[in-house]
């Protein structure tokens, strides 16, 4: 039977004075998941999903193909509902708001919960124009004011270096490492509180892939990241806090350090240790 990973997983870690202690007094949760269930039309994706996410935290999900952490990723800024089938049940409270209630604007939400993707996917537009993209939709058309907003954007993805002297090129010509960057700057540019990441650097050689985790390490001093990943290595490096998703459930949850050497569920050291997935 799975252990409820909310409940028990301080005081697990209190009785092993050789780990990091991981407190959640100190730090807000930015997520807190109730009971969630989904279903695609019979396919029963995500049961019973029990989860806090603190801010200014990485939080990453891992499991075998299939076992629903895209899905949940996509639940929590409701890009699942763009598949009709979807149906769900239990809560997302996000900064203590159910967002899956209906009352619950998703254009706000999505002002709040920045999305980035497995492949880069910048607009055919100059990079300028992708970054001023989310600022103008929001109605700022001051040029002075967007400029600003598109350095401190390109600044805080760490591509301003590369790109300052061609921002009014078309994105399509960076590689592709740069241009999962313009899309991270993209998503700083709506100030989000919150970033999604869903493998975005699978698509990426290792020099591109190091580039966004320093990055990422950078961003949670001011957003909380979520991200999903198949890369354990990756995982282990740059996640505070890891999700062990299997079969729809979550397995465990706790501090990455705990869940890559000392993890308390069978099911997690065969996952971590490469035995299955
Ligand atoms: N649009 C959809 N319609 C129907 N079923 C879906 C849809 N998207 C996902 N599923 C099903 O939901 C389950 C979870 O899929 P999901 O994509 O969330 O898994 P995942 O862990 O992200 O997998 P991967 O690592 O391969 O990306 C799978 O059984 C999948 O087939």
Redesign the pocket.
Same mark, same amino acid.
């Given at each position: 039977m799975v252990n409820n990973p909310i409940n028990n997983k301080f005081s697990q870690e209190d009785e092993q004075p050789n780990l990091k202690i991981v407190s959640n007094e100190a730090k807000k949760t930015v997520y807190q998941t109730q009971n969630l269930d989904l279903w +695609? $039309?019979d *396919?029963h994706?995500l049961k019973g999903i029990q989860l806090d996410i603190n801010e200014n935290e990485v939080t990453a999900i891992i $499991?075998? /193909? $299939?076992?629903?952490? /895209? *899905? +949940?990723l996509k639940t929590l800024n409701r890009m699942v509902e763009l #598949?009709p /089938?979807v149906r769900t049940t239990g809560e997302i409270l996000y900064r203590e708001r159910n967002i899956l209630d209906k009352e619950y604007a998703v254009e706000e939400l999505r002002t709040k919960v920045g999305m980035v993707f497995q492949k880069p996917n910048p607009f055919p537009k100059s990079i300028y124009d992708n970054i001023a993209y989310g600022p103008r939709i929001h109605g700022i058309k001051n040029r002075r004011i967007l400029d600003e907003i598109v350095e401190k954007s390109l600044r805080g993805a760490a591509i301003w270096d590369e790109v300052k002297d061609r921002l009014h090129e078309n994105a399509y010509g960076l590689s592709g490492g740069q241009q999962q960057r313009i899309c991270i700057a993209r998503c700083l540019a709506i100030e989000p509180d919150v970033i999604l990441m869903d493998e975005p650097t699978s698509a990426l050689d290792p020099i591109s892939t190091l580039k966004v985790e320093e990055l990422v390490q950078e961003l949670k001093k001011n957003y909380s990241i979520i991200i #999903?990943t198949?890369n354990m290595q990756q995982a282990a490096r740059i996640s505070d806090k890891t999700a062990f998703?299997l079969n $729809?459930e979550v397995i465990e949850y706790a501090a990455t350090d705990k869940i890559f050497s000392n993890p308390s569920d069978k099911r997690t050291e065969d996952y971590v240790s490469g035995r299955f997935g």
């Open positions: +695609y $039309g *396919t994706a $499991g075998p /193909s $299939g076992c629903g952490k /895209s *899905t +949940y #598949v /089938s #999903v198949h998703f $729809g």
